[in-house]
């Protein structure tokens, strides 16, 4: 099982939900962990008889939320003792963090990859390199930076107030697009509790595409326009 991680202080429910379905149609068993302050996941995903605690699936998804670290989820899912953690039945788990204290417990500087997703107010900016600032190990992290109209000098910024901190950005930086357009239909498949690409404006859907071809690696964005053609269309 890889980990993947997805800090800052943006909200990322939806983005990180569009990740893991479209890692779902091409085949990989998912679980998202919901470690965040709000715990938004709580709200959107449906659960029956929902605890302090609980694992759910959500269009073949599965969603862990209320956890304090992967020990938790594991004895939840009946693999005791931390030997077994590597034996969850899971190909890949994402994890959405806020807090420097999540950070630590979920091990996320053994994560196969980490994200640092922020837009460009003030307090997601700010709160978001609040956490980085109080690593307390080297990170090396991708940028994914949501914005309406992005503008060099945003990214720039961002680079400006993380200068004293304890990460290596990565290369790989990667633009999503904030239109209310496209939050509208994320909305419509909030109600029929579904993560369909399909439904989202293309420049969204090539965002999310090239974000699991990074993860993945071993894959073409050409051969992932494919599957989700072909498995959304079915």
């Known amino acids: 099982m890889k980990k993947i991680g997805f800090i800052g202080a943006t909200d990322k429910t939806d983005l990180i939900a569009y990740i893991a379905k479209t890692l779902e149609l091409i085949g990989k068993k998912v679980i998202v962990v919901d470690t965040t302050i709000l ?3 709580k709200y959107i995903v449906p659960a029956i008889d929902p605890t302090k605690s609980y ?3 959500f269009d073949n998804v599965d969603y862990a939320i209320g956890f304090r670290n992967i020990a938790d989820i594991a004895g939840y899912l009946g693999v005791r003792g931390n030997e077994d953690i590597d034996n969850l039945n899971y190909d890949y788990m994402l994890i959405d963090i806020d807090t420097e204290e999540m950070i630590e417990n979920f091990e996320i500087e053994e994560a196969g990859k980490n994200y640092f997703v922020t837009r460009f107010d003030i307090y997601s900016l700010r709160k978001g390199v609040e956490i980085l600032k109080k690593l307390s190990i080297n ?6 930076l949501m914005n309406y109209n992005m503008k060099k000098e945003d990214e720039e910024y961002l680079n400006y107030l993380s200068m004293d901190t304890r990460v290596i950005w990565n290369d790989f930086t990667l633009y999503v697009p904030c239109l209310d357009e496209n939050q509208m239909l994320i909305e ?5 509790y579904k ?5 989202l404006i293309p420049e969204y859907q090539e965002s999310i595409i090239y974000i699991v071809q990074n993860i993945l690696g071993d894959i073409s964005t050409n051969k992932i326009r494919k599957i989700i053609k072909e498995r959304e269309n079915n």
């Open 139 to 144: 990170l090396n992290l991708s940028k994914i």
């Open 188 to 192: 419509d498949n909030q109600r029929v």
């Open 195 to 199: 993560a369909r690409l399909k439904k």
């Open 39 to 41: 715990q938004k996941s």
């Open 55 to 57: 694992v759910t699936d």
